[in-house]
């Protein structure tokens, strides 16, 4: 378990829950993340992908950026 040091906590959790969706799951994810969206901050909220039991265990490549 990794915990991350933060100035302050984020407002919001937003939980991705994906199952065998390894085509669909990076854009999924990337539509929550900055810059789509608008009038919020990186540190206002945080994304959490659950990977729900897949037959091939979902992992993001070195090929996707989120920043």
Not at 15 to 43: F, G, W
């Amino acid at each position: 378990m990794r915990i991350f040091s933060r100035k302050r906590r984020p407002i919001l959790s937003v939980i991705i829950c994906i199952h065998d969706m390894n085509r669909e799951a990076p854009r999924t994810i990337l539509s929550a993340c900055c810059p789509y969206q608008k009038d919020v901050s990186p540190e206002d909220y945080e994304v959490i992908v659950v990977d729900n039991g897949s037959t091939s265990p979902f992992s993001l490549g070195d090929e996707v950026n989120f920043s």
